[in-house]
C-alpha cells in the first residue's frame, strides 16, 4: 500500500463514485417524469428516431464509463501495491471460527493472538492464509479485506491512521459459527506499541 | 399410453400435456409454489434480524433458512419464469404454432420440479438441509465440512433444475430461429423475444459451467478428490454472472413492451436497442470474476474494465424506453405503473453495481450488506417488478380475465413502499460493517434501528404479495372478461383469441414490422 493508506483511497473513491452515480439517478428521474408528463399534456406525436442524438448519448456513456474506470484503476494500483521495506509483518490465519496474529518486527515477533495490534500510521504487510475453509478478513475501519485460501496465500500492506480499537470480522460464510468470527485491531502510538512488542515479544 | 401434446383433461392430463402453453404454465406454477417457500423463509429471516441476539431461529437454523432463499429464488423462481414467459409468449410472438420439441419441454418442466423437491427433501435428512448458501463453495460443501445428504440432494436438485433451463433454452432458441412465421424477420421480431433470444444465448452458454462446478462438488465428497476453491469460484461464476441476466433480460422485455402499449408509441430506437442487448449479452459473459475481486486472484483491472462497460449497453435501453414515453401518452393503468417503478427501482441497483464494480470500493463493500441491497434491487426492485408488469398485461391474454384492477393498484403501492423499506437501509447496513449471511449482529443503535427498519419492510413486502395471490385467486375464478385484446396491443400475440387456441392462429395478420397490429392500426386511421 503506497501513500494515503486503504481508507483514504476508499472514501475518495467512494465519494466521487456516490456523487456520479446520484447524479446519474436524478438524470433519469427527471428524465422519465417528463417524458411521461409531456405526452400528458401534447399527446402522441410519431416521428423519426433521434438517432444523432442517442449516438452523443452514447458517446457521453463511453466517456463516463472510461473516465470511471480510469480513477478505479488508478487508485488500485495504489491500494494493491506492496512495500518492499513493511514497518510490521503480521502472519494471519484464519480457522473455523478463530483467527490467529503473530505480529513481528525488526526481529522481534510477538507470540501468535487473537486479536491484531498494530503500530498507527506504519506500513503492516499482512500475509494471510486458512487453514481449512474460505474465510475473509475485513476490517471496515480501513475499508479493506480479502479472501483467506486453504492453500495458497494472499499478502496486502495496510495502514492504520488513526489509533483505537477496531472491530475485525470474517466476511465470507464459513459455517455455522460465522457471524461469531471476530477480532479486535488495537492500535497503538510508536511508544505503546514497542512496549507491547517488549512484553509480549521474544 | 401416449404423452398427450395436446392439453388432456383432468390434473394428469394437465401434468403430461406438451404443448407450449401448458408446459409454461406448469413452470410458471411451480415457480410461483416456490416463490412462496423462498419468500416466506425471508420472513423468518427478517425476523431473527430486525434485533441484535438470537430470538427467533438457532444460528443452525438460520443457515438452513438463507440457503433456500437464495436456492429457490434464483434456480427454482427466476430464472425458470424468465424461461416460462419466454416458452408461453415466443411461439405468440413470432407467430408459430408451437416451440420446437414439445416433449423435450415437458421433461424439463418435470426436472424443474423434480429439482425442487430434491433441495426441500433435505430437510427430512439426519444432518438437515444443505447450508451454505447458494453458492456452496468448495471446501466448505466438501465431505468434511458438509456432513450428509442435505448437501447432495441440494447439488442434485440444482443440477437438475439448471438441466431444465438448458432445455428450455435450446427449444426456446431454435424455435425463434426456425418457426418465425412468413415476413417476420430477425429485426421485426418483437422486442421481448429478443430478450428471450439473448437469455438463451445467456443459458446455453453459462449454465453448463454450474453442472461442472455441481460436478467437483460431488467428486469432493464422494471420492475424495482434491479441487481448487479458485477453480470452483471460476466455474461457479462463470454460471453466475450470466444468470443475473437470464434473471433480467426477459422482464426487460416485459417492461419494453408494456411501455410501447400504454404510451400508445412505437419504440424508439429499435436497432440501437436489439444492437445493446446484444451487446450487453456478449459484455456480461466477460464480467464473471468482479465476484473475486476480493480474493486476491484473478486480474482485477480487467473485470472492472467490462464491468463498468455494460453500464453503456444499460444506458441505451434507458434512453429508448425514455424516448418512447417520451413519444406517446403513458396510460396509468396497473402494467404501467410497475413498468415504471421498474425502470426508478432498477437505476438504484445498476448505479450501486456500477459502484461494487470499481475493485477497491468493493474492497469494502464485497460480502456486506451493500451487495444484498444492491442484488435485491436489482432483483426484486428490478425483475420482480418487470415480472409483475408482465403478469398484469398477459394475464388476460391467458386467461380471458383481468386482474382486478383496484387490488392491483394496492398490491402496487405496499410493494413499492415495502421494497424500498425493506432494501434500502441495507447500503447502509453493508457500509457500517455488517457482514451477509449472518444470524446476529454486535449490538449497536446503528445497525440495529437501520436492521428494524429493513424487518418492518419486509412485512409489509409480504402483505403486497398476500394481495398479488388474492387477486391471483378471485381474478382466476370471476375476473372480469377481458377480450382478445384489450389494452391495444402491438404484437402477434394479440391478434389471437385469450386464451389462444391450441395452435395458436387460425390467421395471421401481415407482418411488416416489430409492431404489426400497430401497423394495422395507423393504416386504418
Same mark, same amino acid.
Given at each position: 500500500?503506497?501513500?494515503?493508506?486503504t481508507?483514504?483511497?476508499?472514501?475518495?473513491?467512494?465519494?466521487?463514485?456516490?456523487?456520479?452515480t446520484?447524479?446519474?439517478?436524478?438524470?433519469?428521474?427527471?428524465?422519465?417524469?417528463?417524458?411521461?408528463?409531456?405526452?400528458r399534456?401534447?399527446?402522441s406525436?410519431?416521428?423519426?428516431?433521434?438517432?444523432?442524438?442517442?449516438?452523443a448519448?452514447?458517446?457521453?456513456?463511453?466517456?463516463?464509463?472510461?473516465?470511471?474506470?480510469a480513477?478505479?484503476?488508478v487508485?488500485?494500483? #495504489?491500494?494493491?501495491a506492496?512495500?518492499a521495506?513493511?514497518?510490521?509483518?503480521?502472519?494471519?490465519?484464519?480457522?473455523?471460527?478463530?483467527?490467529?496474529f503473530?505480529?513481528?518486527?525488526? /526481529?522481534?515477533?510477538?507470540?501468535?493472538?487473537?486479536?491484531?495490534?498494530?503500530?498507527?500510521?506504519?506500513?503492516v504487510?499482512?500475509?494471510?492464509?486458512?487453514?481449512?475453509?474460505?474465510?475473509?478478513?475485513?476490517?471496515?475501519?480501513?475499508?479493506?479485506?480479502r479472501?483467506a485460501f486453504?492453500?495458497?496465500? #494472499?499478502?496486502?500492506?495496510?495502514?492504520?491512521?488513526?489509533?483505537?480499537?477496531?472491530?475485525?470480522?470474517?466476511?465470507?460464510?464459513?459455517?455455522?459459527?460465522?457471524?461469531?468470527?471476530?477480532?479486535?485491531?488495537?492500535?497503538l502510538?510508536?511508544?505503546?506499541? &514497542?512496549?507491547?512488542l517488549?512484553e509480549?515479544?521474544? | 399410453?401416449?404423452?398427450? %401434446?395436446?392439453p388432456?383433461r383432468?390434473?394428469?392430463?394437465?401434468a403430461?400435456?406438451?404443448?407450449h402453453k401448458?408446459?409454461?404454465?406448469?413452470?410458471?406454477?411451480a415457480a410461483?409454489i416456490?416463490? +412462496?417457500?423462498? /419468500?416466506?423463509?425471508?420472513?423468518v429471516m427478517?425476523?431473527?434480524l430486525?434485533?441484535?441476539?438470537?430470538? %427467533?431461529t438457532?444460528?443452525?437454523?438460520?443457515?438452513?433458512?438463507?440457503?433456500?432463499?437464495?436456492?429457490?429464488?434464483?434456480?427454482?423462481? !427466476?430464472?425458470?419464469?424468465?424461461?416460462a414467459?419466454?416458452? $408461453?409468449?415466443?411461439?405468440?410472438?413470432? /407467430?408459430?404454432?408451437e416451440?420446437?420439441?414439445p416433449r423435450v419441454?415437458?421433461?424439463?418442466?418435470?426436472?424443474?420440479?423434480?429439482?425442487?423437491?430434491?433441495?426441500?427433501?433435505?430437510?427430512?435428512?439426519?444432518?438437515?438441509?444443505?447450508r451454505n /448458501?447458494?453458492t456452496?463453495?468448495?471446501?466448505?460443501?466438501?465431505e468434511?465440512?458438509?456432513?450428509?445428504?442435505?448437501?447432495?440432494?441440494?447439488?442434485i436438485g440444482?443440477?437438475?433444475?439448471?438441466?431444465?433451463?438448458?432445455?428450455l433454452?435450446a427449444?426456446?432458441?431454435?424455435?425463434?430461429?426456425?418457426?418465425?412465421?412468413?415476413?417476420?424477420t430477425?429485426?421485426?421480431?418483437?422486442?421481448?423475444?429478443?430478450?428471450?433470444?439473448?437469455?438463451?444465448?445467456?443459458?446455453?452458454?453459462?449454465?453448463?459451467?454450474?453442472?461442472?462446478?455441481?460436478?467437483?462438488?460431488?467428486?469432493?465428497?464422494?471420492?475424495?478428490?482434491?479441487?481448487?476453491?479458485?477453480a470452483? *469460484?471460476h466455474?461457479?461464476?462463470?454460471?453466475?454472472?450470466?444468470? +443475473? $441476466?437470464v434473471?433480467?433480460?426477459?422482464?426487460?422485455?416485459?417492461?419494453?413492451?408494456?411501455?410501447?402499449?400504454?404510451?400508445?408509441?412505437?419504440l %424508439?430506437? $429499435?436497432?440501437?436497442l436489439?444492437?445493446?442487448?446484444?451487446?450487453?449479452?456478449?459484455?456480461?459473459m466477460?464480467v464473471?470474476?468482479?465476484?473475486?475481486?476480493t480474493?486476491?486472484? =484473478?486480474?482485477?483491472?480487467?473485470?472492472?474494465?467490462t464491468?463498468t462497460?455494460?453500464?453503456?449497453?444499460?444506458?441505451?435501453?434507458?434512453?429508448?424506453?425514455t424516448?418512447?414515453?417520451?413519444?406517446?401518452? +403513458?396510460r396509468?393503468?396497473?402494467? !404501467?405503473l410497475?413498468?415504471?417503478?421498474?425502470?426508478?427501482?432498477?437505476a438504484?441497483?445498476?448505479?450501486?453495481?456500477?459502484?461494487?464494480?470499481?475493485?477497491?470500493?468493493d474492497?469494502? *463493500?464485497?460480502?456486506s450488506?451493500?451487495?444484498?441491497?444492491?442484488?435485491?434491487?436489482?432483483?426484486?426492485?428490478?425483475s !420482480?417488478?418487470?415480472?409483475?408488469?408482465?403478469?398484469?398485461?398477459?394475464f388476460?391474454k391467458?386467461?380471458?380475465?383481468?386482474?382486478?384492477?383496484?387490488?392491483?393498484?394496492?398490491?402496487?403501492?405496499?410493494?413499492?413502499v415495502?421494497?424500498?423499506?425493506?432494501?434500502?437501509?441495507?447500503?447502509?447496513?453493508?457500509?457500517?460493517?455488517?457482514?451477509?449471511? =449472518?444470524?446476529d449482529?454486535?449490538e449497536?443503535?446503528?445497525?440495529d434501528?437501520? #436492521?428494524?427498519?429493513?424487518?418492518?419492510?419486509a412485512a409489509?413486502?409480504?402483505?403486497?404479495?398476500?394481495?398479488?395471490?388474492? #387477486?391471483?385467486?378471485?381474478?382466476?375464478?370471476?375476473?372480469?372478461?377481458?377480450?382478445?385484446?384489450?389494452?391495444?396491443?402491438?404484437t402477434?400475440e394479440?391478434?389471437?383469441?385469450s386464451p389462444?387456441?391450441?395452435?395458436?392462429? &387460425?390467421?395471421?395478420p401481415?407482418?411488416r414490422?416489430?409492431?404489426?397490429?400497430?401497423?394495422?392500426?395507423?393504416q386504418?386511421?
Amino acid at each position: 500500500m503506497g501513500g494515503d493508506g486503504t481508507r483514504q483511497a476508499f472514501d475518495a473513491l467512494f465519494s466521487a463514485y456516490v456523487v456520479v452515480t446520484t447524479a446519474a439517478l436524478l438524470v433519469i428521474g427527471l428524465a422519465l417524469t417528463l417524458a411521461v408528463l409531456r405526452g400528458r399534456r401534447r399527446g402522441s406525436r410519431p416521428g423519426s428516431d433521434p438517432s444523432r442524438l442517442e449516438l452523443a448519448y452514447v458517446g457521453v456513456l463511453v466517456l463516463a464509463a472510461t473516465a470511471l474506470i480510469a480513477v478505479s484503476l488508478v487508485t488500485e494500483r #495504489n491500494v494493491d501495491a506492496r512495500s518492499a521495506t513493511p514497518d510490521v509483518r503480521v502472519a494471519a490465519v484464519a480457522s473455523q471460527w478463530r483467527w490467529s496474529f503473530t505480529v513481528s518486527e525488526a /526481529g522481534r515477533q510477538a507470540a501468535p493472538a487473537a486479536d491484531l495490534v498494530v503500530p498507527q500510521g506504519a506500513t503492516v504487510a499482512i500475509t494471510l492464509r486458512s487453514t481449512d475453509v474460505i474465510h475473509s478478513m475485513w476490517v471496515p475501519e480501513v475499508r479493506f479485506k480479502r479472501y483467506a485460501f486453504p492453500d495458497r496465500t #494472499n499478502r496486502f500492506d495496510l495502514e492504520f491512521p488513526d489509533t483505537g480499537s477496531f472491530e475485525g470480522l470474517c466476511a465470507q460464510f464459513c459455517g455455522l459459527e460465522h457471524d461469531t468470527m471476530r477480532f479486535t485491531v488495537h492500535v497503538l502510538d510508536r511508544r505503546g506499541f &514497542d512496549a507491547w512488542l517488549a512484553e509480549h515479544g521474544s | 399410453m401416449t404423452v398427450a %401434446v395436446l392439453p388432456g383433461r383432468g390434473v394428469i392430463g394437465w401434468a403430461v400435456a406438451a404443448d407450449h402453453k401448458s408446459v409454461a404454465a406448469r413452470v410458471a406454477a411451480a415457480a410461483g409454489i416456490f416463490m +412462496v417457500l423462498g /419468500g416466506a423463509v425471508s420472513l423468518v429471516m427478517r425476523a431473527e434480524l430486525a434485533h441484535s441476539g438470537m430470538q %427467533v431461529t438457532f444460528r443452525d437454523t438460520y443457515n438452513e433458512l438463507f440457503t433456500p432463499h437464495g436456492t429457490t429464488m434464483v434456480y427454482l423462481v !427466476m430464472v425458470p419464469l424468465a424461461l416460462a414467459l419466454g416458452a $408461453y409468449l415466443v411461439p405468440l410472438q413470432i /407467430g408459430a404454432a408451437e416451440l420446437v420439441a414439445p416433449r423435450v419441454n415437458l421433461f424439463a418442466s418435470w426436472l424443474l420440479v423434480l429439482g425442487g423437491l430434491s433441495i426441500y427433501g433435505g430437510f427430512m435428512t439426519a444432518h438437515g438441509a444443505a447450508r451454505n /448458501g447458494w453458492t456452496e463453495f468448495l471446501p466448505l460443501s466438501g465431505e468434511s465440512f458438509s456432513p450428509g445428504p442435505g448437501t447432495d440432494m441440494w447439488v442434485i436438485g440444482v443440477a437438475l433444475a439448471d438441466a431444465a433451463a438448458i432445455l428450455l433454452a435450446a427449444t426456446i432458441l431454435l424455435t425463434i430461429l426456425t418457426r418465425r412465421a412468413p415476413g417476420m424477420t430477425m429485426l421485426r421480431l418483437p422486442v421481448f423475444t429478443w430478450t428471450v433470444l439473448v437469455t438463451c444465448l445467456l443459458t446455453l452458454f453459462g449454465f453448463p459451467a454450474l453442472e461442472a462446478a455441481l460436478g467437483l462438488i460431488e467428486a469432493q465428497r464422494h471420492f475424495g478428490a482434491d479441487i481448487d476453491p479458485v477453480a470452483y *469460484l471460476h466455474l461457479f461464476w462463470f454460471f453466475g454472472h450470466p444468470a +443475473v $441476466y437470464v434473471m433480467f433480460f426477459p422482464f426487460l422485455g416485459a417492461v419494453a413492451e408494456v411501455v410501447q402499449v400504454f404510451s400508445g408509441a412505437r419504440l %424508439v430506437g $429499435y436497432r440501437a436497442l436489439v444492437l445493446a442487448l446484444l451487446g450487453f449479452a456478449t459484455g456480461s459473459m466477460t464480467v464473471w470474476a468482479h465476484h473475486m475481486f476480493t480474493t486476491g486472484q =484473478v486480474l482485477n483491472e480487467y473485470f472492472a474494465i467490462t464491468s463498468t462497460s455494460l453500464l453503456i449497453f444499460a444506458g441505451v435501453e434507458y434512453f429508448d424506453l425514455t424516448a418512447t414515453l417520451w413519444r406517446g401518452v +403513458v396510460r396509468f393503468s396497473v402494467p !404501467m405503473l410497475f413498468a415504471l417503478a421498474f425502470l426508478a427501482q432498477f437505476a438504484i441497483g445498476g448505479l450501486t453495481g456500477v459502484i461494487v464494480a470499481s475493485p477497491v470500493l468493493d474492497y469494502h *463493500l464485497n460480502d456486506s450488506y451493500f451487495v444484498v441491497g444492491h442484488f435485491h434491487y436489482t432483483l426484486f426492485a428490478g425483475s !420482480m417488478f418487470a415480472l409483475f408488469a408482465g403478469v398484469y398485461y398477459w394475464f388476460p391474454k391467458v386467461t380471458g380475465r383481468f386482474l382486478s384492477e383496484r387490488l392491483g393498484r394496492a398490491h402496487f403501492w405496499l410493494l413499492v413502499v415495502g421494497t424500498n423499506v425493506t432494501f434500502f437501509p441495507m447500503f447502509a447496513l453493508g457500509y457500517l460493517g455488517m457482514t451477509r449471511r =449472518v444470524a446476529d449482529y454486535p449490538e449497536r443503535a446503528s445497525l440495529d434501528w437501520l #436492521n428494524a427498519v429493513s424487518s418492518a419492510g419486509a412485512a409489509i413486502t409480504g402483505l403486497a404479495m398476500l394481495v398479488f395471490f388474492w #387477486n391471483l385467486a378471485v381474478s382466476l375464478a370471476a375476473g372480469r372478461a377481458a377480450g382478445d385484446d384489450p389494452w391495444g396491443g402491438h404484437t402477434l400475440e394479440w391478434a389471437t383469441s385469450s386464451p389462444p387456441p391450441r395452435h395458436n392462429f &387460425d390467421r395471421l395478420p401481415p407482418i411488416r414490422s416489430f409492431a404489426p397490429l400497430l401497423d394495422l392500426r395507423e393504416q386504418r386511421r
